[in-house]
């Protein structure tokens, strides 16, 4: 019995050291690229095999700051039409997913292969024929061009994150509310949104994540008069100033990191709610 108790305690101290080194293994994984991104911002020079840079300076963020650079009006672009996109593709996609989820009705394959289509296709190709499109219509060089575009690889996205979280929901939980006296709208903040509220986050995150550092799409339509973040650093990254971009970087890093800590959030949220509610 001494001996069984003992091989016990050991598997359950391996396990739990392994379980401890797969985290911090993955935890320096995910940090070091930003350490070095810091490093890099930070330096004024950084040759081979040096492993630390020799010199030091705020060059890089000075600049960043400065109002010559245009940073922040860039960012204030990229925001403004990620939250746009974010909008437009949940309001999109909210009913495309129910019906794809809750129905079943003639085609429905064949719409979902449609859904998959702006993923699979080359983004060249679309973009050159979205740009095509928008030039007749007189949308090219626009911020709504940009928006517009940008939604073609959000919305599909979104519908079918936001799918899956309706195929948990239980419709039956929403026709009782309604035969209880519950508005739709209260059916829908009190059933619905709960229920999908996971999967709503994370539709969310993706179609910003999506439109956020959308590059060749954004240049295309925007035709250059349309300067978003990942324009700058694309910029600064071709003209080889590592130091810039690099604090390029870690600024267009952080609302992005900022979108995640909030859907983590609102899924511990959403989870606990439906815990509650089951």
């Not at 070095?36 to 911002?41: A, D, E, H, I, P």
């Not at 950084?46 to 010559?68: C, D, I, Q």
């Not at 064949?110 to 499109?133: E, N, Q």
Request: net charge positive; with cysteine; aromatic share 10%.
């Amino acid at each position: 019995m001494l001996c069984l108790r003992m091989n016990e305690a050991t598997n359950k101290g391996l396990k739990r050291a392994w379980r401890i080194g797969a985290v911090v293994t993955v935890s320096g994984l995910a940090i070091m690229p930003l350490v070095l991104l810091v490093v890099w911002s930070l330096a004024r020079a950084w040759f081979w095999p040096a492993l630390l840079p020799r010199e030091w300076s705020l060059r890089a963020w000075s600049y960043v700051f400065s109002p010559a650079a245009d940073v922040f009006n860039a960012l204030g672009f990229s925001a403004g039409i990620a939250l746009a996109v974010t909008l437009l593709a949940l309001v999109a996609a909210l009913p495309a997913a129910r019906a794809l989820a809750l129905h079943e009705f003639r085609g429905k394959r064949l719409l979902l292969f449609a859904l998959l289509l702006p993923v699979l296709a080359p983004p060249l190709a679309a973009t050159m024929g979205m740009h095509a499109l928008f030039l007749r219509y007189g949308l090219s060089d626009t911020i709504l061009g940009v928006a517009l575009a940008h939604l073609v690889p959000a919305v599909p996205y979104a519908t079918l994150m936001l799918a899956g979280s309706f195929s948990r929901l239980d419709p039956d939980l929403e026709a009782q509310a309604r035969t209880l006296g519950a508005s739709r709208l209260r059916v829908w903040r009190y059933v619905t949104m709960p229920a999908i509220l996971p999967g709503l986050a994370v539709a969310a995150a993706f179609a910003f994540l999506i439109s956020w550092s959308q590059y060749l799409t954004t240049l295309f339509i925007g035709g250059g008069r349309v300067i978003t973040l990942p324009l700058i650093v694309v910029a600064f990254q071709r003209g080889g100033d590592e130091a810039v971009t690099a604090a390029l970087s870690l600024v267009f890093l952080l609302p992005a990191l900022m979108v995640l800590a909030g859907v983590s959030r609102l899924m511990s949220d959403g989870n606990k709610i439906a815990r509650r509610t089951a």
